[in-house]
């Protein structure tokens, strides 16, 4: 299943929103999303194809090659430097197991999964799947996502960090607003927890209290 677009989102009605007003910061960046999803999108298949290119023309010496290697490295010397990492690896591991969660997620919450905080009508409290293990997975998956994001483009052995370089301060600012902005969205998200909890227990009384003892962690098991 995939992820419903971001401009598909659903939306509460305008009396759900003022009910949440004040609850949570990170409504307010709602209709910017659609934006920023597409910028991440770029940042990182452009990040996978410069990779990739600077891989097979090391592979493939030639005319062409050297052209890319040119254009996309400081020099050849850094492009030879590009290779599998223990923590490009981890990286990976990490993208794909937060990535396999919040699919998970949107498939189970189905009709349910917003951006917003709200309680829509007819709602359900979900419980299955990776919310029995869990009460905020989604949440989860997002942080998995941005420590795998941040190994994976900007760790050692990658095309960014050997050929493109942290030396200049436009490259830095770049890495610096990058990672700003994960940090940012997954703080905001984490910090949405408590209040998403205060509402569902208002919302469904005994039946939150009772998942909430059968799934006692709120973001990692064993540990929150």
């Not at 703080?187 to 003892?213: C, N």
Request: proline residues 6%.
């Amino acid at each position: 299943m995939r992820p419903p677009p971001a401009t598909q989102l659903a939306s509460p009605s305008p009396e759900e929103k003022k009910k949440y007003a004040g609850k949570d910061h990170l409504d307010k960046t709602v209709p910017s999303i659609a934006l920023l999803t597409a910028i991440y999108k770029l940042v990182f298949w452009g990040d996978f194809l410069g990779e990739s290119a600077i891989v097979l023309a090391e592979r493939f010496p030639s005319t062409a090659s050297d052209t890319v290697l040119s254009l996309l490295s400081r020099s050849p010397a850094h492009a030879q430097h590009v290779r599998l990492t223990p923590a490009w690896l981890a990286g990976c591991a990490l993208l794909c197991a937060g990535s396999v969660l919040r699919l998970a997620c949107y498939r189970t919450l189905g009709r349910f999964f917003t951006w917003y905080m709200s309680v829509q009508k007819d709602h359900e409290l979900v419980t299955s799947g990776p919310y029995s293990v869990v009460r905020h997975p989604s949440y989860l998956g997002s942080a998995l996502i941005a420590l795998g994001t941040a190994l994976t483009q900007f760790g050692s052995g990658s095309w960014y960090h050997e050929c493109v370089g942290l030396d200049s301060w436009g490259s830095r600012i770049f890495v610096g607003l990058w990672g700003s902005w994960w940090v940012y969205l997954v703080s905001m998200l984490i910090s949405r927890i408590p209040a998403e909890d205060e509402v569902m227990r208002k919302e469904f009384g005994a039946e939150w209290e009772a998942w909430a003892r059968r799934t006692p962690y709120k973001l990692i098991p064993y540990i929150y």
